[in-house]
T-cell receptor
Framework: AQSVTQPDIHITVSEGASLELRCNYS??????LFWYVQSPGQGLQLLLKYFSGDTLVQGIKGFEAEFKRSQSSFNLRKPSVHWSDAAEYFCAVASPGTYKYIFGTGTRLKVLA | EAGVTQFPSHSVIEKGQTVTLRCDPI?????LYWYRRVMGKEIKFLLH????????ESGMPNNRFLAERTGGTYSTLKVQPAELEDSGVYFC?????????????FGPGTRLTVL
């Protein structure tokens, strides 16, 4: 069965520091991969997605993610974190041709001024 | 373009009562999904509509949950009777094209608390 692991439940970084949020998945082939962010009181907003092609994906708000097939990973990165990035981040996968997203448990990011 | 909207944003009910959650997808989106997040756990798929038809309801926990999408527009999710373990955040999402694995656009969720 497919699964998604986000090993870090909470991460705290200082404003201006770099950020990497980890995501590992279990799936027989290459799934579709997504990162969503949920700010307080808001819905889940898509940051970026990978379907195929270039394994380094650029998203909104200065985020990027790299798909590494050999490691079954899709880690999210940002070179310099802003206080407004404090939120909860979710990695999700979907099998091509299906519609069901499988989510990780989320990583809550705290940003120190 | 308006996003996915959900009503109410919060609901607090007692065990045994009935609650109905509503979702208005993005206009023109054929696909509508319901997900649920129980506190501290992952967001889990409940079901998928294509227009007014249930395509996949494999994630529905039990027969206390009933989802409808009359006319292929908005959807309701009724829980009757509610139990303590039904507490959580219920998300609705929509995507445009039937038959396509596409980006799903999520609403803000309804936080349900069953006392």
């Amino acid at each position: 069965a497919q699964s998604v692991t986000q090993p870090d439940i909470h991460i705290t970084v200082s404003e201006g520091a770099s950020l990497e949020l980890r995501c590992n998945y279990s799936y027989g082939a290459t799934p579709y991969l997504f990162w969503y962010v949920q700010s307080p009181g808001q819905g889940l907003q898509l940051l970026l997605k990978y379907f195929s092609g270039d394994t380094l994906v650029q998203g909104i708000k200065g985020f990027e993610a790299e798909f590494k097939r050999s490691q079954s990973s899709f880690n999210l990165r940002k070179p310099s974190v802003h206080w407004s990035d404090a939120a909860e981040y979710f990695c999700a996968v979907a099998s091509p041709g299906t519609y069901k997203y499988i989510f990780g448990t989320g990583t809550r990011l705290k940003v120190l001024a | 373009e308006a996003g996915v909207t959900q009503f109410p944003s919060h609901s607090v009910i007692e065990k045994g009562q009935t609650v109905t959650l509503r979702c208005d997808p993005i206009s023109g989106h054929d696909n509508l999904y319901w997900y649920r997040r129980v506190m501290g756990k992952e967001i889990k798929f409940l079901l998928h509509f294509v227009k007014e038809s249930k395509q996949d309801e494999s994630g529905m926990p039990n027969n206390r949950f009933l989802a409808e999408r009359t006319g292929g527009t908005y959807s309701t999710l009724k829980v009757q009777p509610a139990e303590l373990e039904d507490s959580g955040v219920y998300f609705c999402a929509s995507s445009p094209i039937a038959g396509s694995t596409d980006t799903q656009y999520f609403g803000p969720g309804t936080r349900l608390t069953v006392l």
